[in-house]
T-cell receptor
Framework: SQKIEQNSEALNIQEGKTATLTCNYTNYSPAYLQWYRQDPGRGPVFLLLIRENEKEKRKERLKVTFDTTLKQSLFHITASQPADSATYLCALEGGNNRLAFGKGNQVVVIP | GAVVSQHPSWVICKSGTSVKIECRSLDFQATTMFWYRQFPKQSLMLMATSNEGSKATYEQGVEKDKFLINHASLTLSTLTVTSAHPEDSSFYIC?????????????FGEGSRLTVL
């Protein structure tokens, strides 16, 4: 069966450090992968998209890698700030341009 | 950036009543909109894909007669939860395909919290 796995445990990290989140998937062949941020009680906000032929993408303090052999994406927040505290969702193109989401991984940045 | 507005942001209703949720793309036209449901600490589950002027495509296990979707214009899609029951209580989120930007990005509404008593 198809699975998108993100760590269920919250990541607590000191301000200024780099937060790294993992997204592993099974039985998908996504043309692209996306990361979203979701705050409590709010809709997701798009952060980055990386296509299957791209290894790495950067946007300001964010970096995403995509390894289609390992079926894994890593999401990095460098120089993390308390305002980065949120849940981060991994989403895959699941066919017919529909997005399938992971459960998300909560990040807590400690001042 | 593109904005998607969802209304109402929260609603409480009695069991057996119907509730309508609206999703509007404010500054772009969306030929495709998606409706998701999210339970606490769970992933967003796609319920249906809504295409302007045609019938919605429902995901497996989603009752089309219970969750009525209407995409009457390029800027508006509605989800009606008919004969709501407490188990329908959830966070409903719509998104619109910003395909015109050619980024693959989806623009999400702020979500609608439904509580059925």
């Amino acid at each position: 069966s198809q699975k998108i796995e993100q760590n269920s445990e919250a990541l607590n990290i000191q301000e200024g450090k780099t937060a790294t989140l993992t997204c592993n998937y099974t039985n998908y062949s996504p043309a692209y992968l996306q990361w979203y941020r979701q705050d409590p009680g709010r809709g997701p906000v798009f952060l980055l998209l990386i296509r299957e032929n791209e290894k790495e993408k950067r946007k300001e303090r964010l970096k995403v890698t995509f390894d289609t052999t390992l079926k894994q994406s890593l999401f990095h927040i460098t120089a993390s700030q308390p305002a980065d505290s949120a849940t981060y969702l991994c989403a895959l193109e699941g066919g017919n341009n529909r997005l399938a989401f992971g459960k998300g991984n909560q990040v807590v940045v400690i001042p | 950036g593109a904005v998607v507005s969802q209304h109402p942001s929260w609603v409480i209703c009695k069991s057996g009543t119907s509730v309508k949720i609206e999703c509007r793309s404010l500054d772009f036209q969306a030929t495709t909109m998606f409706w998701y449901r999210q339970f606490p600490k769970q992933s967003l589950m796609l319920m249906a894909t809504s295409n302007e002027g045609s019938k919605a495509t429902y995901e497996q296990g989603v009752e089309k007669d219970k969750f009525l979707i209407n995409h009457a214009s390029l800027t508006l899609s509605t989800l009606t939860v008919t004969s709501a029951h407490p188990e329908d209580s959830s966070f409903y989120i719509c998104s619109a395909d910003g395909g015109y930007l050619n980024t693959g990005e989806l623009f999400f509404g702020e979500g609608s919290r439904l509580t059925v008593l």
